[in-house]
Every structure is written in structure tokens, then in C-alpha cells.
């Protein structure tokens, strides 16, 4: 399974900066809105949500056959601690990873620099400045058949 992760920020929590061991180089991949939205729509979520899945056997049913999934993580800020709002996250297995890597992928960036030049700036204590080299982020706005409960592969509840 690989994920796509669309906040930087989350991203940088998750790979310290590009400092943790085996995540020192960091990529932005740009994707297809077509390729990001058949993801969405079949996706399933991460975990069992009451009243979204009819009981905890027929969620296990759908993650096995779905072949993507969402998962919500708190948002973080500069210094990498937790917001009160979630961003998400989107694995990508079987039939997915296939059009991720063969259909979708539009062109891939090197960000390292810029992962470090922020962390540099937050580290001295200059937020605006670090603020300021942020790559542009607004929130998405998902199809409406986009449930995250696995809408088009019949696998919704």
C-alpha cells in the first residue's frame, strides 16, 4: 500500500522534515484531479464507523476488496503539533497503485530543499517567514459521490 498525502505539513510530521532514517528525501507528486477523484470514489475508510458500516464483518468485507482507503489525521501547524481539524489521507493498494503509477502521475518534485529552508526558519523562531514558503493549500472540494464508504464499487452501506 502507498499513501498520498496532500498537507505538507502532515507530511513533514510524518517524515520529520526529511530527517527520520530511510525518509530523507522528500517528493511532491502531482496527480490527476480524474485519477484523484476515482480514488476517492473507491475508497473505503480505514476503520470501522458506526452508522456508516452496517457491522464490523461487512466494513472487514469492503477494505478487502476495496482499492483504496481514507484515513483522517489531525492537521498540524509549524511546529508539527496537532489542530483541532483533520486532513486527509489516501492509501492506494492493487488496482490503485497500478493507475497511480501508470495513469495518474503527472510530474514528480524533489522538496527537500524546501522541506529543510522551512524547518530552518521555524527552528530559528521565524514562523512568517516559514509561513510564507508553505506550498498554496485549500480545501478540496470532493465530488458528492464521494461517501467514503465505498460508493461506486457497490461496496457502500
Known amino acids: 500500500m502507498t499513501w498520498i498525502k496532500p498537507s505538507f505539513l502532515w507530511m513533514m510530521y510524518r ?12 517528493l511532491a507528486v502531482e496527480i490527476t484531479r480524474d485519477g484523484f477523484e476515482w480514488a476517492l470514489e473507491h475508497a473505503c475508510l480505514s476503520s470501522y464507523t458506526h452508522g456508516v458500516h452496517p457491522d464490523r464483518a461487512t466494513w472487514q468485507r469492503q477494505m478487502r476488496r476495496a482499492p483504496a482507503r481514507v484515513q483522517w489525521d489531525p492537521e498540524r501547524d509549524l511546529r508539527l503539533r496537532a489542530l483541532p481539524y483533520r486532513s486527509l489521507q489516501l492509501g492506494l493498494t492493487g488496482e490503485a497503485v497500478r493507475r497511480y503509477a501508470d495513469e495518474w502521475t503527472v510530474a514528480v518534485r524533489d522538496v527537500t530543499p524546501l522541506a529543510r529552508a522551512v524547518r530552518a526558519h521555524v527552528t530559528g523562531g521565524d514562523l512568517d517567514a516559514a509561513a ?16 467514503f464508504g465505498c460508493p461506486s464499487t457497490g461496496l457502500a452501506g
Open 15 to 26: 517524515c520529520g522534515w526529511g530527517e527520520k532514517a530511510g525518509q530523507e528525501t522528500v
Open 132 to 147: 510564507r514558503l508553505l506550498p498554496t493549500e485549500r480545501p478540496y472540494p470532493a465530488p458528492p459521490a464521494a461517501e
